[in-house]
């Protein structure tokens, strides 16, 4: 069996693709006690995911399922151990998108939500519009019997402390937003989001993607998680779940031009997902990110351009690998 650090394209039959973000942490702070508690995350996920789709789950259910697991641990930067706003509160973001229908539901902005990913979902099936924001999004999730959450259910030191450190680099004139100037760094400040893309035994492909965003975020911020093209899609031929820099993936709408190659140009999985991610965003330097992919035959691909991308994909027989660099 291939040592998992050097699978980054592997064909699963059905299954389940997830990641956990990039800009993993630097070697210091990745003890082999947190490495574990990574990968041990990681596969509880996949795990989760497996028994819903071998259950008779559809892909949408396994999508869910899979996100839920990384939601509820605070290694990740999404539900509970989300980045924090300027003002120390979190601001959720999530997105799931069907192919073949292109049924999708988002959520951007809210902050008293255990699972957004959920809430994503009943956008999708249980009213007319894709993308709810705020406010907004929070009463419909009363309305969808989804219980609301006090700050502090979403709070970790961990994250506080990051703040900390970004409103510090801030102060100093350190951060640059919005610039191409960008290193491993200042991917850190918006990693850990989390994404699953699932096959189900029909040939329903569907991606999601959770994040509670970049630390220290102003003015209603919202990046490329929520965004249906630009962190997530599936369509005719792929379902794509992003994570990096979301403005540089807003802007070359990622996840759906993954989808166009292959459409367009005739290109493989393998090839569409290295033109964008090591090809398009690349050439902007600060287009930092990695996408996890996969196609109607069941090849998956888990691609990036920076130090590590927490990952791992499970097969059609249980099969499950991690992987982070
Ligand atoms: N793309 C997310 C955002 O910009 C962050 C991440 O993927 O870690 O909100």
């Known amino acids: ?82 980045n924090l706003t300027s003002d120390g509160l979190v601001s959720m973001d999530a997105s799931i998108m069907e192919g073949g229908t292109l049924s999708a539901g988002a959520v951007a902005g809210v902050r008293d939500v255990r699972h957004p990913i959920r809430l994503a979902r009943h956008v999708m099936d249980d009213c007319p519009h894709v993308l709810l924001a705020g406010e907004g999004a929070e009463a419909f999730a009363r309305e969808m019997g989804m219980a609301s959450h006090e700050p ?24 640059k937003p919005n610039t191409v100037d960008a290193g491993d760094e200042e991917i850190r400040d918006r990693a850990g989001t989390v994404g699953a893309v699932a096959l189900d035994r029909e040939g329903l492909l569907v991606a999601g993607t959770s994040t509670g965003g970049s630390a220290n975020k102003k003015w ?15 369509g ?3 379902g794509v779940s ?13 996840a759906h031009d993954i989808q166009a190659r292959m459409a367009y140009l005739g290109v493989t999985l393998k090839e569409a ?3 964008v991610v090591l090809g398009t965003l690349e050439d902007h330097r600060a287009g930092l990110g990695g996408v996890v ?14 130090r590590g991308m927490y990952r791992g994909w499970v097969d059609e027989v249980g099969r499950v690998r991690v992987a982070i660099f």
């Open 273 to 275: 997902t290295e033109q």
């Open 152 to 175: 502090d259910f979403f709070f970790t030191q961990r994250r506080w402390d990051d703040l900390q450190a970004a409103k510090a680099r801030e102060a100093q004139g350190e951060a």
């Open 236 to 238: 005719s031929h792929c």
């Open 1 to 82: 069996m291939a040592d998992p650090e050097k699978v980054h394209a592997v064909r699963v039959g059905w299954g389940l693709v997830i990641h956990g973000g990039v800009g993993v942490l630097p070697p210091e702070q990745l003890t082999p006690a947190v490495d574990g508690a990574y990968r041990d995350a990681l596969t509880e996920s996949l795990s989760r995911g497996f028994e819903t789709l071998s259950g008779g789950g559809s892909a949408t259910d396994g999508v869910v399922e899979a996100i839920k697991v990384m939601e509820d641990s605070p290694l990740f930067n999404v539900g509970r151990g989300s």
């Open 293 to 306: 992919a996969m196609d109607r035959q069941g090849y998956v691909e888990m691609c990036f351009n920076t």
């Open 220 to 234: 209603g911020r919202i990046g490329d998680s929520p965004i249906v093209a630009a962190g997530t899609y599936a």
């Open 242 to 254: 992003c994570t990096g820099w979301g403005e540089y993936f807003i802007r070359h709408a990622v």
